[in-house]
């Protein structure tokens, strides 16, 4: 496991603009696929990006075109830009990490609140 530690989180009226950071403890960041998640009030958590030690992302349908996860091996720092932001985007956000070997993602941080005000 590693220690992830999420900042940017704010509040921000509809249409604006945020970016997340999180940054990882230890040596195998490059190894690690690296992921942002949130969870509303009163709803399960949901995953919203991922990005593979190689770059290569993935992303949930309604953050599609308007929000983007980038990863800086060297800082060992995972960034989610988010635009375009939306009243239902509010949430705590969280990073998550696993090895390329691992199936679930076995390190959180203790997340950042995003509030979208319309």
């Known amino acids: 496991q590693v220690q992830l530690v999420e900042s940017g989180g704010g509040s921000v009226q509809a249409g604006g603009s945020l970016r997340l950071s999180c940054a990882a403890s230890?040596?195998?960041?490059?190894?690690?696929?690296m992921s942002w998640h949130r969870q509303a009030p009163g709803k399960a958590r949901e995953l919203v990006a991922t990005?593979?030690?190689?770059?290569?992302?993935t992303y949930t349908e309604s953050v599609k075109g308007r929000f983007a996860i980038s990863r800086d091996n060297a800082k060992n720092t995972v960034y989610l830009q988010m635009n375009s932001l939306k009243p239902e985007d509010t949430a705590v956000y969280y990073c998550?990490?696993?090895?390329?070997?691992?199936?679930?993602?076995?390190?959180w941080g203790l997340g950042t609140q995003v509030t979208v005000s319309s």
């Open positions: 230890g040596n195998i960041f490059s190894l690690l696929v």
């Open positions: 990005v593979s030690g190689g770059g290569s992302t």
């Open positions: 998550a990490a696993r090895p390329t070997w691992k199936r679930n993602y076995d390190s």
